[in-house]
Every structure is written in structure tokens, then in C-alpha cells.
């Protein structure tokens, strides 16, 4: 049987997590509770620890928080998507851009004001990941889990994501390729909807056939599948191209390749790179996806070098934007010399959550004078960040991009000038 304990919340971590201190009689040690607020008294199971701090599971709440608000979805508290729908949106973006203040004072970084925030509005994800179970639910991972919360209404999806839900719940038990489990990733193009599975098993001619006529009258444009142990994506179904506009071009979209999670902010992070970068002529853009930071600036620019490790993406600038210099590269292991940054004028780099260390030396390194660096990890930003101001470089703007309305993530757009 768990141990449960009665603790009272001293404060609130930035996941948006209750801390209370905990003292066994041995040590003291902190104590997670999510979605408790300071000042609540709770009673608590204990669930697990590591080294610092204890996990706690709430189980009744016994003295309310007056700054506690009811949560807009249901499944709250056992979905562990959202972790924030129990304090009003400012507070919790509040807390979003303290995480950021927080990951900068921890590497002694100066910078500026923030920028006004820029917050996408509830209902604007336009793509959510499905994990679904052996018994055919579809739905969420709880916290610190595997268990399964099913979902048939997600507020925080955009529309044509959410209407798909029902379907997929009554679909996914009669379908043979998720016996084992796996998960299903639904993305709005700007065309229609892209779905990609992924599961031990393939699906079959029938399973596949099931989606297809279930889904395409809602707007369902392609049904890709992989297994998750190659790099080997196939297309099942497809009724057209799942395109995404970024400035002028329609670009295909490769199966699972990377986006923005909402509209608004992918026009957020435009529209920073295109005030900033004001003036110059030749930019490369590393970890570049489908090109869509740098994309808007192409028509100022004499040149454009665009590197990504993902085959489909450059593929898909290539054949689209023949003017970009695109190419396959592993900025990880291989980054982009001082020799090849020397003839830029500025680089627009977008890494994922672990940052971009090896490359940020060599940038450091390089006479490259601007860059814009886009992260959703404030931690790995200012890591790298550090390195980029010991070398000359200066924080000159920051602006914070939330996308993650009710979770504890936050993007960031900085710029930095030598």
C-alpha cells in the first residue's frame, strides 16, 4: 500500500506543479504534487522519488487555494497534457516567461525587457499525438504513467483535429494494427488533415480502408505509417498532397516532418525574423525544417543556405524553392565550419529541446555578427546562449512565443548581435 501524507503546498515549480517539504523523521526532502496551488492542503500518496525530491499522487484536497479556478476540460488532473487549467492564463503565462527569466539568471545572462508576449488563442494546436492502448481507447498519457486517458474532445486541438476524435475512439478497436498499442499524430495542413501511425504492427488493406472512408469526408488527405525502429516512413493512403503555405511557396509535407504547433505562432517567430533581420543579404538557416523561419525573408535575400538532417524536408525545399541552397546535414555531429559562416551575414538557428552546443561554438568562433535563435527549452537556450556571449555576442531582444495554452512549455525568440 502507498504511504499517504497530508502536506501543505509551499510553492509552485515551473511544470506547474504544487512543491511541499516533506520531513520523514531522516531528511527532509520536496514533495511534487501536480495541480496543487500554495497555501492548499492536500492528502497525498507517495508514488516515487529520485535523488532530490518525492513524486506525490493527489488524493483529496482538503483546504482550497482562493486563487484556484475550475478546470474548462474534464479530463484534467489525469491527462497529462495540460497541467495549467487550474490558474487563470495570466498567471500562467506569468509563469511561462519565469521559466525563461529563471534558465537565464542561472547562467548570469543580462538581457533586455522581454517583448510583449505573443500567446496563441485555446482550440489553435494544429497537431496532437494519440497514444491508444490494446483495448482500442484513444486519448492522452496520464502523468508519470503509461496508462491511457481516453479522449473524445480535446480543447486545446484546433477543430478539424477535435471533430476527428469520436471517429477514431469507435474506429481504433476494430483495428488490427494497433492490437500491441501505438500512436496516431493528426496534423491540419493547410489543405486538409495528414494522419501518421505508428505501431509494431503495419496496418492492413482493411484497417487502412476503414480510416479512409470513415475520415476523408472530414477532411483527411493522407494515411502514413512507420515502426518506429527505422527511419522508414510509407504512405498507406492519399487523396492529395497535405500542403503547408510559408510565404509565397506551398510546400509538401513530408510525413511526421516537424512544424510549429500553432499557426499564430509560427507568424509570431515570422514576423521576429523579418523585423530583426532587416538588411540582410545572405542567411542560413540551421536546423530548418521545411524553411519556414527563413522563407518570408527569401525575396530580400541573395542568398539562402538551409540545413536539417531530414531527408523529406530538404527534399521538399529543393524540389519547391530551387533558389535555396538546401541540404542534408547533421548539425549535431558535423556543424557549420567558421569557413562556411564567413561569407554570411546572419543565421536564423531553431534546435530542438537539447539545444545546439557544438554548433553554437562554431558560430562563436565564425565573424558571423546576428542571429535569431528560437527555442522551446529555456534551459538548453541559455546553455547555449552563454557560449554565444562569452565569444562577443549580446542578448538585444527576447520575445516569448507561448503556443502551449494550460501546459507548462514556453517558445522563445531571441536575438543576438556580436
Known sequence: MRDTLEVVIDRMGFLGDGIARHDNGKDIRELVVPTALPGERWIVAVEGRDRKRLRGRPVRLVERSPGRIDAPCPHFER?????????????????????????????????????????????????????????????FRERWSRSLVAIGHCIV?????????????????????????GEIQLTRTD????????????????DVERLADTL????????????????????LWQVGEPVIRIGEYDLPLPPAAFLQATGDGLRSLQDFAVEVLAGATSLADLFCGLGSLSLPLLDRLDRLTAVDDNRSAIRALQVTVPAVDARVQDLQTRPLSARDLRRLDAAIIDPPRAGAMV???????????????????????????????????????LRPIDQFTHAPAIELAAYLVR
Not at 90 to 108: D, F, H, P
Not at 382 to 395: E, Q, T, Y
Request: aromatic share 4%; glycine share 8%.
Open 79 to 139: 491527462c497529462g497534457g495540460c497541467a495549467l487549467q487550474h490558474i487563470p492564463v495570466s498567471q500562467a503565462l506569468g509563469l511561462k516567461v519565469a521559466m525563461i527569466e529563471g534558465a537565464l539568471s542561472n547562467r548570469g545572462l543580462a538581457h533586455p525587457p522581454f517583448d510583449p508576449p505573443a500567446v496563441s488563442p485555446e482550440a489553435s494546436r494544429r497537431r496532437i499525438r494519440l497514444a491508444v492502448d490494446r483495448n482500442g481507447r484513444v486519448g
Open 157 to 181: 486541438a484546433e477543430p478539424a483535429l477535435d471533430m476527428l476524435l469520436p471517429a477514431l475512439n469507435e474506429l481504433a478497436p476494430r483495428l488490427g494494427w494497433l492490437a500491441k498499442g
Open 191 to 206: 489543405n486538409g488533415v495528414d494522419m501518421h501511425g505508428q505501431s509494431p504492427l503495419r496496418p492492413s488493406v482493411a
Open 216 to 235: 476523408a469526408p472530414h477532411g483527411l488527405l493522407r494515411i502514413s505509417w512507420a515502426d518506429g525502429t527505422a527511419d522508414i516512413v510509407e504512405t
Open 359 to 397: 554548433q553554437c561554438e562554431t558560430i562563436a568562433r565564425s565573424t558571423l555578427q546576428r542571429l535569431v535563435y528560437v527555442s522551446c527549452h529555456p534551459a538548453s537556450f541559455a546553455r547555449d546562449a552563454a557560449i554565444l556571449v562569452r565569444h562577443g555576442f549580446r542578448i538585444e531582444r
